[in-house]
DNA sequence: CTAAATAATTGATAAATATCAATTCTATAC
DNA sequence: GTATAGAATTGATATTTATCAATTATTTAG
């Protein structure tokens, strides 16, 4: 018991790399995921130009907050945020999580504000890309502008999917796929996606997915005794995942890419 | 009774204007909701040059099928679709109602093939706009490459707007949302936000907020008792908005823009 | 115009999830 | 290290919504 929770301190160190922060573009790891891709040399010299590495936030700490005035969009270097909105009731809702080569910001870009808030999970860095600089930049180069495209298109076609979770499906239906989702997302990063540390709490979990903190916690535990993960804390094996995605009710959208998939059409 | 389906039917012949199918955009009553907003002169000629207008579809009639290849986005010039997904269970999932000025197949470009069907609620006709000549002629002309990218952020916003609903709601809160939700698109495109006619069928809509036919059902009849709603059919009239959007727990991000709001920063 | 098919409504019951309350576990501050 | 606050779990109950079944209304096809 002591001893998983050292594990969990352990990772949480790993997963803060101060020597990363001053890396440029090219040697990112994250790279192959984020604006860069498909530009090299002079030109990915010029992005790099535009791009500013803040300090790494604080557990907590706000990147941005609602109403904010838009002026950037933001790539995440390591650790997580989670964005959230206001609601009437005073409340917040939940609206995403947003893990390393994720890009924040881009709801933004038609009001001009943000309409949410986002706040680091753990010690996170992000990259600032500035928002004027960044359409200038794609005016010039046509591969940037489509891979800004491609990524917002990305970005709704994943919201998408989202929606038909929360649409449709009971809550353990929602759960399985919300744990798949991120499994998938630590593997296209380059992480074990049978392994991980979840960053946020059970509370926020239940607040995206629309269920109430007793029901997740519950859940957990009926995955558990069913064998299909292991959860102490906010560390998850994924032991079953085929049940797993059969519990989702998932459609082929929302399975790995296939090698072929995964490099799209750049 | 006779008389309201009547008015039904002449409401439908009227959405179809068959001598819009020709009109450039120049003449186009979409305009400041579309791609040529705050383009003019030679450059919106060009834009219309790329355009295509296709045949109005019929209703059932489909626009794109799911996995079709992502060639062209489109703008519905009148009458109305829904997109939706297949789920694993055979069902079909809605993701969502198209009006006119809106866009549809932005969630393909990422993988170059389309995630969701595309399907006419009624006699429809849209704009197609192929995506290479579109990436194309934004790359000379900025304020294209802006609209494109403020259009796409919208997408994402509406989105997440929805998600919020999805996730946390009671039945009579997601109904609320949905019909304000049209009547304010309906006031955009300088219709009626206090009577309108819904194109899609009660099935469709449950499916979109993740509710059992029936219990829409119920939800129509609840707010007709509690003159909220008059509903007749397909034809509604908002009675008491305020007290919807208290039912519909909004907060300031889902209620009607000011003008000032509505001009966004172009 | 009539018959058949489809859509919408209504009622009764079952199932799922939220809520309330109490307890245990974990992290944080001193 | 201990005290305290916050997070997570578990149980009992209430509420909401889905499901099943039947009826009525509307649209479509001939």
């Known amino acids: 018991m002591q001893q998983k ?12 790399d101060f020597h990363a922060v001053k890396v440029a573009c090219k040697e990112c790891s994250l790279h192959q995921l984020c604006l860069p891709r498909s530009i090299t040399g002079a030109d990915l010299e010029k992005l790099d130009d535009i791009i500013e590495r803040k300090r790494p936030l604080k557990r907590n700490e706000h990147l941005f907050q609602v109403g904010g005035s838009f002026n950037s969009i933001y790539v995440v270097r390591s650790g997580s945020l989670k964005t959230y909105s206001p609601t009437v009731d005073g409340q917040e809702q939940v609206t995403g999580f947003h893990l390393p080569g994720e890009l924040l910001g881009l709801d933004a870009i038609g009001k001009g504000k943000h309409p949410c808030a986002a706040k680091a999970l753990e010690t996170t860095s992000v990259c600032e890309v500035p928002f004027e600089n960044l359409e200038g930049l794609s005016q010039e180069l046509p591969t940037l502008q489509h891979q800004l495209l491609r990524l917002m298109s990305k970005e709704i076609f994943d919201d998408q999917e989202l929606m038909l979770l929360l649409g449709k499906k009971t809550a353990e239906a929602r759960l399985s796929a919300f744990l798949l989702s991120i499994s998938l ?12 540390y979840l960053s946020m709490s059970r509370n926020d979990i239940a607040n995206y997915l629309g269920l109430a903190v007793e029901t997740v916690s519950r859940m957990f535990t009926r995955f558990q005794e069913d064998g299909l993960i292991e959860a102490e804390r906010k560390h998850i094996v994924i032991k079953d995942r085929e049940m797993m995605q059969k519990i989702a009710g998932m459609n082929e959208c929302c399975e790995e890419p296939t090698d072929e998939q995964s490099q799209l059409f750049v």
């Open 185 to 196: 997302r630590f593997k296209q990063r380059g992480f074990s996606s049978a392994e991980f």
């Open 5 to 16: 929770t050292q594990q969990g301190k352990l990772r949480q160190k790993k997963v803060v």
